[in-house]
């Protein structure tokens, strides 16, 4: 049988600071049984489908960001929602974006693990504060929202990127944005583009969980049996009744 094998597993002999990336907290956050196959096992999940229309959306929203970063003013987009903010610069701002080159990161001594995530962007305040920002994109026929269950993960991915800027000494401000683009279905063809509705959507930071969840994170990783899973997927209770089914199948 064929499965993603996982790099960087967690030796629990090590005393080496374990990276572990803000994608696999949410893993751990949602489901320890699957974090605990992924990063002690080395048993990934199957990868999902690419969201190339989504990564096209956030590749254009960061090139028109950064035309506005250059020139130290607000994006009108900005000033339209009443944003008193203007797009941050620094010298790290391509590297904290880059995930894959170690995004911004910070090494938690109580878990001995270093955290790190890539940030969509950020904008400065009046007050020298970050705000924290993160773009998404759909297409649905009702207003975007930050109401439904499932949306804790883009919650916790912002209170995660805070945290992260907080423990590099960096101000941050208590509420964080996320700017949505809604690809609407209204129009009467394609014509070979789509017109978005964005929505600057405001979050309300609590990041005070980061912490303690690392070091849950770090216990898990130590047991020497698998954790249960979580109530939130159904891939297990699938693949048990599968089991199951197999059994009784296997009498006759
Ligand atoms: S319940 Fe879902 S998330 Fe948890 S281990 Fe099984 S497949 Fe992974």
């Known amino acids: 049988m064929q499965y993603a094998r996982t790099r960087n597993r967690f030796d629990p002999l090590s005393e080496k600071p374990f990276r572990l990336s803000r994608s696999k907290l949410e893993l751990f956050m949602n489901c320890q049984r699957c974090f605990y196959l992924d990063r002690r096992l080395g048993i990934g ?32 987009l900005m000033t339209k929602n009443k944003i008193a903010a203007v797009p941050f610069r620094h010298e790290k701002m391509d590297h904290w974006r880059d995930a894959l080159r170690g995004g911004v990161s910070f090494h938690h001594a109580e878990s001995n693990f ?12 009046g007050a020298g504060e970050l705000i924290i920002v993160d773009y998404k994109a759909t297409s649905k026929a009702e207003r975007v929202s930050l109401d439904a269950d499932w949306q804790i993960s883009y919650k916790r991915q912002l209170e995660v990127y805070a945290w992260l800027f907080s423990q590099n000494d960096f101000k941050v401000a208590e509420v964080g944005y996320f700017v949505y683009c809604n690809a609407l279905a209204t129009g009467a063809r394609f014509d070979q583009r789509l017109d978005f509705d964005i929505s600057f959507l405001p979050y309300k930071i609590s990041d005070g969980w980061v912490g303690p969840a690392l070091n849950r994170a770090r216990e898990c990783l130590l047991q020497s049996e698998l954790p249960i899973y979580g109530e939130n997927c159904v ?3 699938y ?11 296997s009498l006759f």
């Open 45 to 76: 999940a199957p990868p999902s489908f690419p969201f190339n229309l989504n990564n096209a959306v956030d590749a254009l929203l960061k090139k028109e960001f950064d035309e506005y970063r250059e020139r130290g003013i607000p994006h009108p």
């Open 239 to 249: 693949n048990e009744a599968i089991g199951r089914l197999n059994n009784q199948l």
């Open 235 to 237: 891939y297990c209770g």
């Open 114 to 125: 270093t955290l790190s995530g890539g940030i969509d962007d950020l904008w400065l305040n």
